[in-house]
C-alpha cells in the first residue's frame, strides 16, 4: 500500500445517525472510473470516485445480490475514495446504486454492469500470421470534417501546422478499411486515440487527458468501438496504442492528485535520464535508476508513478475495460523501460490473466540486442526477472536493415553484413515469433527517407519485412514510398498527410524526374500512378502472398554470409521453402547457389513471388543492381 495512504473506512450498511432519503448524486460525483463493468471477468474491481469531500461517506452498493462493496479506501485527497467492489458469479447484469451516506445524508449513482460476451477471454490476438498496419489517425484520413475542432478542446485544427493537428479521425480511418485490407494488412496499430487536450501538440494522442474517453476531434467511445468492429468484418484486428508511464499536463487529475505520489514530483522539473541499462547493469546506482523511472519524459508529460498500488490497478482495469468494451486484439505500450520494471510485470501478467492469448507489445527503444531480450517475457535473465510482455520491438534489426541498406560501402561490417550480424544475435532471444520486426514509425525518418529516395532499395526492405522471422509492421504510406515533407521540421515532417483522407486535395508522393508520382480525384479516392502504384503493387503482392504462408510465419531461417553487399537467406520448414537473394551492390550479382547445398540440393522448380513465373535457380542466375529475387519451393 501506498505511504500516502490515510487508512479504510468500512463499507458499513448506512450510518449511526440512521436511514436517510436517498437523493440522486446529480453534481456531486464528478467521476467514477471504470465507466462500467462486466460479469465474469477475473480482474478485480476497484472503482476510482471523485466527489467533493467525498471521503468522509460511507458506501454500498443496491440493485440485485451477488454485488457488494467489501472495502472503502481514502486517499490524501477529500475529493476520493477508492471503492472496492466484489461481483459474485451468479450476479445479474443490470444497473445498481452505488449509495453514499454520512450524517443522515444519502444520494445515489448508479453504475452499469454488464454480461460479458461469450468467449471474451479466449480471444485471439496478433502473431507471426500478421502484417500490422500503422497509422497516426490526425495524418491519415478526414472523415468527419465537423470534428476538426470542438468547443471542449483547446487546440484547434490547422492543416498547415507541423505540430498542428490536421483533422484525421476514426471515420477516416474506417473509410479506408477496404484498402487497408486489400493490400495485404491484417492489422491496424493507430497511434493514441484517447483525449490529449495539450494547448499544442496535441494532434499524437501521447500525453493523454482522459483514459476513458476518445478525443472528440476523432470521434466517441461509441465509434471507437464500432471502428473496431467494422475492422473485425473486414478481417483486419486492432490494437491499442496505451501509455502507462506518463499523462499529459491537461490530464483531469493533474488539479487534485488522489494521492500526493500519484506521480513523481520533484522540486523543480527533472526528466528521465533514458538509461535502461539501469534496469539490468549490476553495477547501476539506486540513484540513476530513480532518474530513469521516475524522471519525466518531457514538460508536458507527467511520469506516473506504478509503484503506487492504486495507480497500479488503475492501469490494470483501464486496459481491461478498453479491451472488453470495444472488443480489442492486442495492446502496444508506449516507452515501454520508462516504467518501474516489476509493477508493469505485474500489469502483464494480469492482462494476460483475464485474456491468455491476448498479445502485448512493448517499445523497448534500444540498440543493445541483450538489453533488448531482458524485456521478453520468459526470457532467462541472471537477475530472475520476467517482464510478462510477450512481444517486443525489433529495433537493433530496424537499425541494420536501415544502415546497411543505405549504404554501397563493402568495409567490414558495413552494407548488407549488419543484417547477417544483427540476426547473428537470434539466440539471446526467447520467442522470435514474438518480434515485431518494421524499418520505420512515427517516431524516427521515413524509409524512404533513409534509403535517400531509392525506390530499388526501399523495395528490398519491404521484401525482407514479408519474409523475415517476426511480426511485420508498415508505416501509413511506406507502400508508396511516402517521404518526409520537410525533415528539419522533425516528426512533424515525417507524418504527412494521406493522399485521399481529404476530398478534393491533391499531393505529390515523391517526385522522380520532376513528374508527380500521385493524386487525388476530386471524390477524394486515392490514384496510383507511375512510382506510386509499382510500389503499392508489390507491396500488396508480397503481403498477399505472405498471407498463407506458414512458412514464413513459423519457420526456421538459415542465412548465408557475404561481403559483397550481397545477402541470402532461407525460410524453411519440413514440406516448404523461401529463398531470398539480396543484391545491395551497384553492379551485378551471379548468386553462388552451390555454396547453399546444405538447403538447395533439394530445392527445384521454383515461382518467383513478385512475378509468379517459374525460375530455376543456379550458379549461372544473375540478380540486377538494388534488386531482391525471392522463390518459392515445395520440398
Given at each position: 500500500?501506498?505511504?500516502?495512504?490515510?487508512?479504510?473506512?468500512?463499507?458499513?450498511?448506512?450510518?449511526?445517525?440512521?436511514?436517510?432519503?436517498?437523493?440522486?448524486?446529480?453534481e456531486r460525483i464528478t467521476r467514477v472510473e471504470p465507466l462500467s463493468w462486466w460479469t465474469g471477468m477475473n480482474t478485480p474491481l476497484q472503482l476510482l470516485v471523485q466527489g467533493e469531500n467525498i471521503s468522509g461517506y460511507d458506501v454500498r452498493i443496491e440493485g440485485g445480490k451477488g454485488v457488494k462493496v467489501s472495502q472503502v479506501h481514502v486517499a490524501d485527497s477529500p475529493n476520493y475514495l477508492f471503492v472496492d467492489v466484489e461481483i459474485a458469479s451468479a450476479a445479474a447484469p443490470g444497473t445498481y446504486s452505488l449509495v453514499f451516506s454520512r450524517d443522515g445524508d444519502s444520494f445515489s449513482y448508479p453504475y452499469q454492469i454488464n454480461a460479458r460476451t461469450e468467449g471474451s477471454a479466449s480471444r485471439g490476438s496478433f502473431t507471426a500470421a500478421d502484417m500490422i498496419y500503422l497509422i497516426m489517425p490526425?495524418?491519415?484520413?478526414?472523415?468527419?470534417?465537423?470534428?476538426?475542432?470542438?468547443?471542449?478542446?483547446?487546440?484547434?485544427?490547422?492543416?498547415?501546422?507541423?505540430?498542428?493537428?490536421?483533422?484525421?479521425?476514426?471515420?477516416?480511418?474506417?473509410?479506408?478499411?477496404?484498402?487497408?485490407?486489400?493490400?495485404?494488412?491484417?492489422?491496424?496499430?493507430?497511434?493514441?486515440?484517447?483525449?490529449?487536450?495539450?494547448?499544442?501538440?496535441?494532434?499524437?494522442?501521447?500525453?493523454?487527458?482522459?483514459?476513458?474517453?476518445?478525443?472528440?476531434?476523432?470521434?466517441?467511445?461509441?465509434?471507437?468501438?464500432?471502428?473496431?468492429?467494422?475492422?473485425?468484418?473486414?478481417?483486419?484486428?486492432?490494437?491499442?496504442?496505451?501509455?502507462?508511464?506518463?499523462?499529459?499536463?491537461?490530464?483531469?487529475?493533474?488539479?487534485?492528485?488522489?494521492?500526493?505520489?500519484?506521480?513523481?514530483?520533484?522540486?523543480?522539473?527533472?526528466?528521465?535520464?533514458?538509461?535502461?541499462?539501469?534496469?539490468?547493469?549490476?553495477?547501476?546506482?539506486?540513484?540513476?535508476?530513480?532518474?530513469?523511472?521516475?524522471?519525466?519524459?518531457?514538460?508536458?508529460?507527467?511520469?506516473?508513478?506504478?509503484?503506487?498500488?492504486?495507480?497500479?490497478?488503475?492501469?490494470?482495469?483501464?486496459?481491461?475495460?478498453?479491451?472488453?468494451?470495444?472488443?480489442?486484439?492486442?495492446?502496444?505500450?508506449?516507452?515501454?523501460?520508462?516504467?518501474?520494471?516489476?509493477?508493469?510485470?505485474?500489469?502483464?501478467?494480469?492482462?494476460?490473466?483475464?485474456?491468455?492469448?491476448?498479445?502485448?507489445?512493448?517499445?523497448?527503444?534500444?540498440?543493445?540486442?541483450?538489453?533488448?531480450?531482458?524485456?521478453?517475457?520468459?526470457?532467462?535473465?541472471?537477475?530472475?526477472?520476467?517482464?510478462?510482455?510477450?512481444?517486443?520491438?525489433?529495433?537493433?534489426?530496424?537499425?541494420?536493415?536501415?544502415?546497411?541498406?543505405?549504404?554501397d560501402s563493402q568495409a567490414w561490417g558495413e552494407g548488407m553484413v549488419r543484417v547477417y550480424d544483427c540476426l547473428s544475435n537470434d539466440f539471446v532471444y526467447h520467442d522470435l515469433s514474438r518480434m515485431m520486426i518494421f524499418t520505420g514509425n512515427h517516431d524516427m525518418d521515413r524509409t524512404g527517407d533513409v534509403l535517400r529516395h531509392n525506390a530499388d532499395r526501399h523495395k528490398i526492405a519491404l521484401a525482407m519485412m514479408a519474409t523475415m522471422r517476426?511480426?511485420?509492421?508498415?508505416?501509413?504510406?511506406?507502400?508508396?514510398?511516402?517521404?518526409?515533407?520537410?525533415?528539419?521540421?522533425?516528426?512533424?515532417?515525417?507524418?504527412?498527410?494521406?493522399?485521399?483522407?481529404?476530398?478534393?486535395?491533391?499531393?505529390?508522393?515523391?517526385?522522380?524526374?520532376?513528374?508527380?508520382?500521385?493524386?487525388?480525384?476530386?471524390?477524394?479516392?486515392?490514384?496510383?500512378?507511375?512510382?506510386?502504384?509499382?510500389?503499392?503493387?508489390?507491396?500488396?503482392?508480397?503481403?498477399?502472398?505472405?498471407?498463407?504462408?506458414?512458412?514464413?510465419?513459423?519457420?526456421?531461417?538459415?542465412?548465408?554470409?557475404?561481403?559483397?553487399?550481397?545477402?541470402?537467406?532461407?525460410?524453411?520448414?519440413?514440406?516448404?521453402?523461401?529463398?531470398?537473394?539480396?543484391?545491395?551492390?551497384?553492379?551485378?550479382?551471379?548468386?553462388?547457389?552451390?555454396?547453399?547445398?546444405?538447403?538447395?540440393?533439394?530445392?527445384?522448380?521454383?515461382?518467383?513471388?513478385?512475378?509468379?513465373?517459374?525460375?530455376?535457380?543456379?550458379?549461372?542466375?544473375?540478380?540486377?543492381?538494388?534488386?531482391?529475387?525471392?522463390?518459392?519451393?515445395?520440398?
Amino acid at each position: 500500500m501506498s505511504s500516502a495512504i490515510i487508512g479504510a473506512v468500512s463499507c458499513g450498511n448506512g450510518n449511526a445517525s440512521g436511514p436517510a432519503p436517498v437523493q440522486d448524486a446529480g453534481e456531486r460525483i464528478t467521476r467514477v472510473e471504470p465507466l462500467s463493468w462486466w460479469t465474469g471477468m477475473n480482474t478485480p474491481l476497484q472503482l476510482l470516485v471523485q466527489g467533493e469531500n467525498i471521503s468522509g461517506y460511507d458506501v454500498r452498493i443496491e440493485g440485485g445480490k451477488g454485488v457488494k462493496v467489501s472495502q472503502v479506501h481514502v486517499a490524501d485527497s477529500p475529493n476520493y475514495l477508492f471503492v472496492d467492489v466484489e461481483i459474485a458469479s451468479a450476479a445479474a447484469p443490470g444497473t445498481y446504486s452505488l449509495v453514499f451516506s454520512r450524517d443522515g445524508d444519502s444520494f445515489s449513482y448508479p453504475y452499469q454492469i454488464n454480461a460479458r460476451t461469450e468467449g471474451s477471454a479466449s480471444r485471439g490476438s496478433f502473431t507471426a500470421a500478421d502484417m500490422i498496419y500503422l497509422i497516426m489517425p490526425d495524418r491519415f484520413a478526414n472523415g468527419d470534417p465537423s470534428n476538426d475542432s470542438t468547443e471542449d478542446t483547446a487546440e484547434k485544427a490547422d492543416r498547415e501546422a507541423f505540430f498542428g493537428r490536421h483533422g484525421g479521425d476514426i471515420q477516416g480511418i474506417i473509410d479506408h478499411l477496404d484498402y487497408i485490407s486489400d493490400l495485404g494488412a491484417t492489422v491496424i496499430w493507430p497511434t493514441p486515440l484517447l483525449l490529449d487536450n495539450e494547448p499544442e501538440g496535441s494532434y499524437h494522442g501521447y500525453a493523454c487527458s482522459d483514459y476513458y474517453r476518445i478525443d472528440p476531434r476523432f470521434g466517441s467511445n461509441e465509434l471507437y468501438r464500432d471502428f473496431v468492429s467494422k475492422a473485425h468484418g473486414k478481417g483486419l484486428k486492432v490494437i491499442m496504442d496505451i501509455v502507462t508511464n506518463h499523462c499529459g499536463t491537461a490530464h483531469w487529475w493533474m488539479e487534485d492528485l488522489p494521492f500526493k505520489d500519484w506521480v513523481h514530483l520533484f522540486p523543480e522539473y527533472t526528466g528521465t535520464n533514458v538509461c535502461f541499462s539501469t534496469n539490468m547493469d549490476p553495477n547501476a546506482s539506486k540513484y540513476d535508476l530513480n532518474l530513469q523511472e521516475s524522471g519525466w519524459f518531457v514538460p508536458s508529460m507527467p511520469d506516473m508513478n506504478l509503484d503506487n498500488p492504486y495507480v497500479l490497478r488503475y492501469f490494470i482495469q483501464w486496459a481491461v475495460w478498453w479491451a472488453e468494451y470495444a472488443g480489442l486484439d492486442g495492446f502496444r505500450v508506449d516507452t515501454y523501460p520508462y516504467n518501474e520494471k516489476v509493477p508493469m510485470s505485474r500489469w502483464c501478467a494480469a492482462v494476460r490473466a483475464e485474456y491468455p492469448d491476448f498479445n502485448i507489445v512493448g517499445e523497448c527503444w534500444t540498440s543493445s540486442i541483450p538489453q533488448l531480450a531482458y524485456w521478453q517475457g520468459g526470457n532467462g535473465n541472471k537477475d530472475g526477472f520476467d517482464s510478462h510482455l510477450p512481444s517486443i520491438m525489433d529495433f537493433p534489426l530496424q537499425e541494420a536493415i536501415c544502415r546497411g541498406l543505405s549504404t554501397d560501402s563493402q568495409a567490414w561490417g558495413e552494407g548488407m553484413v549488419r543484417v547477417y550480424d544483427c540476426l547473428s544475435n537470434d539466440f539471446v532471444y526467447h520467442d522470435l515469433s514474438r518480434m515485431m520486426i518494421f524499418t520505420g514509425n512515427h517516431d524516427m525518418d521515413r524509409t524512404g527517407d533513409v534509403l535517400r529516395h531509392n525506390a530499388d532499395r526501399h523495395k528490398i526492405a519491404l521484401a525482407m519485412m514479408a519474409t523475415m522471422r517476426g511480426i511485420p509492421q508498415i508505416f501509413y504510406g511506406d507502400e508508396m514510398m511516402f517521404v518526409s515533407k520537410d525533415r528539419s521540421q522533425g516528426h512533424g515532417g515525417l507524418r504527412v498527410d494521406f493522399p485521399g483522407g481529404w476530398s478534393g486535395d491533391a499531393m505529390d508522393l515523391f517526385s522522380h524526374k520532376g513528374r508527380a508520382e500521385a493524386s487525388v480525384n476530386t471524390d477524394g479516392k486515392p490514384v496510383r500512378k507511375g512510382f506510386a502504384a509499382d510500389m503499392h503493387d508489390y507491396v500488396q503482392t508480397l503481403f498477399q502472398w505472405r498471407k498463407g504462408k506458414k512458412v514464413i510465419h513459423d519457420g526456421k531461417t538459415l542465412h548465408f554470409l557475404s561481403r559483397d553487399n550481397t545477402y541470402a537467406y532461407f525460410r524453411y520448414d519440413d514440406t516448404d521453402a523461401v529463398f531470398v537473394f539480396i543484391n545491395n551492390s551497384r553492379g551485378k550479382k551471379h548468386i553462388p547457389w552451390s555454396h547453399y547445398a546444405e538447403i538447395a540440393s533439394g530445392l527445384h522448380a521454383g515461382r518467383n513471388v513478385v512475378t509468379g513465373e517459374p525460375v530455376e535457380v543456379s550458379d549461372s542466375t544473375v540478380v540486377g543492381p538494388r534488386q531482391v529475387l525471392i522463390v518459392e519451393y515445395a520440398k
